[in-house]
């Protein structure tokens, strides 16, 4: 079964500075797409950024910016000058491309993300 | 656009009664998933629908069903619940096809007591 692993419950970073967010997941799929999804006290779900497997260019998005590890089976969010409204907690999700087309995600347990200032 | 719509926000319900959620998806998705969300548990696929047809289907009892009208519009009912029922529940809709994103609604928060 496919499973997607964050290590880290919570962290904490300075406004302005950098943090990683780790993601582990393990599938026998070679094709399937990533995704790093944002939940602020709102409780929707915000895309952040995703990747495809078959690419090997890092996915970037403004501030946020992925480190897409295909052989170690790894997806790390990379959020540059942090800013008071990225605290949320942040899901790793993945999601295999299968013939009938289902869009199901399989999501991490999140890292509860804060900054301060 | 509008995004994804979910009713009612908050609910609260007693045990061993039926409840439905509703989700209306943005205008011109037909893809319409469904998710629970729980402290312990985290984020859980319960099924998807695509034109009308369930497309997939997580790992939940049989009190957990729903369904798609014509309109892509989306229920989901939960019979006889139990206090492990609590969570929050949220949909998400897609376009369609494998490279569209998923777009996620506020979610309902239900209680069950």
């Known amino acids: 079964a496919q499973t997607v692993t964050q290590s880290q419950p919570e962290m904490s970073v300075q406004e302005a500075e950098t943090v990683t967010l780790s993601c582990t997941y393990d599938?026998?799929?070679?094709?399937?797409?990533l995704f790093w999804y944002k939940q602020p006290p709102s409780r929707q779900m915000i895309l952040v950024i995703r990747?495809?497997?078959?690419?090997?260019q890092n996915a970037t998005e403004n501030r946020f910016s992925v480190n897409f590890q295909k052989a170690a089976k790894s997806f790390s969010l990379k959020i540059s000058d942090s800013q008071l409204g990225d605290a949320a907690m942040y899901f790793c999700?993945?999601?295999?491309?299968?013939?009938?087309?289902?869009?199901?995600?399989?999501f991490g347990k999140g890292t509860k993300l804060t900054v301060n200032p | 656009k509008a995004g994804v719509t979910q009713t009612p926000r908050y609910l609260i319900k007693t045990r061993g009664q039926q409840v439905t959620l509703s989700c209306s998806p943005i205008?011109?998705?037909?893809?319409v998933s469904w998710y629970q969300q729980t402290p312990g548990q985290g984020l859980q696929f319960l099924f998807e629908?695509?034109?009308?047809?369930?497309?997939n289907k997580g790992n939940f009892p049989g009190r957990f069903s729903g369904r798609q009208f014509s309109n892509s519009r989306s229920e989901m009912n939960v019979s006889t619940l139990e206090l492990g029922d609590s969570a929050l529940y949220l949909c998400?809709?897609?376009?369609?096809?494998?490279?569209?994103?998923?777009?996620f609604g506020n979610g309902t928060r239900l209680t069950v007591t």
């Open positions: 998400a809709s897609s376009p369609t096809g494998l490279h569209s994103p998923l777009h």
């Open positions: 990747q495809e497997a078959y690419k090997q």
């Open positions: 205008s011109g998705h037909r893809s």
């Open positions: 629908y695509f034109s009308e047809t369930q497309r």
């Open positions: 999700a993945y999601r295999p491309i299968t013939q009938g087309g289902s869009e199901k995600l399989v």
């Open positions: 599938t026998s799929e070679s094709d399937y797409y």
